[in-house]
Each structure stands twice: as C-alpha cells, then as structure tokens.
C-alpha cells in the first residue's frame, strides 16, 4: 500500500481537529493517527475504509491514485433533493445556502470540544 500520510493530515488540519480528536472519533489510539502521519505506519484496510469514509473522500485518494478527492458515484447533487419550487427561486436557494453552512460551522465547533 502507498497511504499519503500528507493527505490524512491535511484533511484533519481542515476541520481543525487534533490528533486525538480524530483518533477518538475514529475509535482508534492517537499514537495510530501519530504514526500514520509521520509515515511511521499505514492504516489498516479497516481503517483506510473509515478514514475514506469518515473526510468523504476516495480511497484513492488516500493511496494517492488520483488528485480527486470526491469518491466516485457518491457525487451529492442537492439540487436533486429539492423540490421544483424552491429550485425556481434563487432567494430561497440562498437561505437554504446560509443555513447549511451556519449547521456546518456549529458541526465543526461541537467536533472541536
């Protein structure tokens, strides 16, 4: 296996959780993430499925096979999600946007307690 060891630390970094933070939520030690980091050691499969799983992300894109990061055929489309009405009125778009991103960044405060 070639795990990015950079790539696992940058998409910690990105939600601006330290090591333990993600080791706890992932149910696994801090000196795993640690290691993993440093290059000292690769994930498991286990653990490589979760790590791809927990930052949404490819694990091709941990194993550095492609740049892109987006899993294949798990591409969100919100706009499928939403009803005919709402898609015909920007404004309400736009609330809809401001909502999810105000979720979004209390998500990232509660994950950093």
Do not use: C, W
Not at 24 to 50: A, C, D, M, Y
Not at 69 to 74: S, V
Not at 79 to 88: A, G, M, Q, T
């Amino acid at each position: 296996m070639n795990f990015r060891n950079d790539r696992l630390q940058s998409l910690r970094e990105s939600l601006g959780l330290s090591q333990n933070k993600l080791a706890h939520l992932l149910n696994v030690s801090q000196t795993t993430i640690f290691r993993i980091e440093k290059g000292e050691r690769e994930p498991s499969l286990q653990l490589l499925n979760l790590i791809a799983d927990f930052f949404n992300v490819s694990v091709d894109y941990l194993l550095g096979r492609t740049d892109d990061p987006t899993p294949k055929g798990k591409e969100f489309n919100l706009l499928s999600y939403l009803p005919d009405s709402v898609k015909e009125t920007p404004e309400k778009l736009i609330e809809i946007g401001n909502y999810l991103i105000e979720l979004g960044n209390k998500l990232k405060k509660d994950l950093n307690k």
